[in-house]
């Protein structure tokens, strides 16, 4: 057994491959990753979400939170009609991540109405 961190030796002429990945991982483990690596279009709502929330609190991550939010609301439009006050009562949110989401909301009902 080797010791930890050394290389296996590579048979003579074998090509050296650094930083390769695998294929079937993605290089990304949160939605903010995905989006820079794929684009905003490949994010499922959660994970649009989950970006704007963008960091979770003791036990529950971001992503959780989102999932919280369109179980709730069921969904963006939703999400559009309540007032501040609710959204402070899901676990994971706070006054400055609401203001975020009540901003993001406000951004794409200015989009729709100027479109």
Known sequence: MSPK??????PKGAPVVR???RAAAPSWQRPGGKLRELGAAS???????????ST??????????????????ASF???????LERFLS????GS?????????LELARRCVDRS
């Open 5 to 10: 961190g050394s290389r296996q030796p590579q």
């Open 19 to 21: 930083g390769a990945r």
């Open 43 to 53: 994010l499922t709502d959660t994970e649009v979400l989950a970006v704007l929330i």
């Open 56 to 73: 979770g609190v003791k036990g529950r991550s971001a992503e959780q939170t989102a999932l919280d939010l369109l179980n709730r609301f």
């Open 77 to 83: 439009r939703g999400m559009s009609d309540q007032p």
């Open 90 to 93: 899901v676990k994971g949110l």
């Open 96 to 104: 400055v991540k609401v203001t975020r989401l009540a901003a993001a």
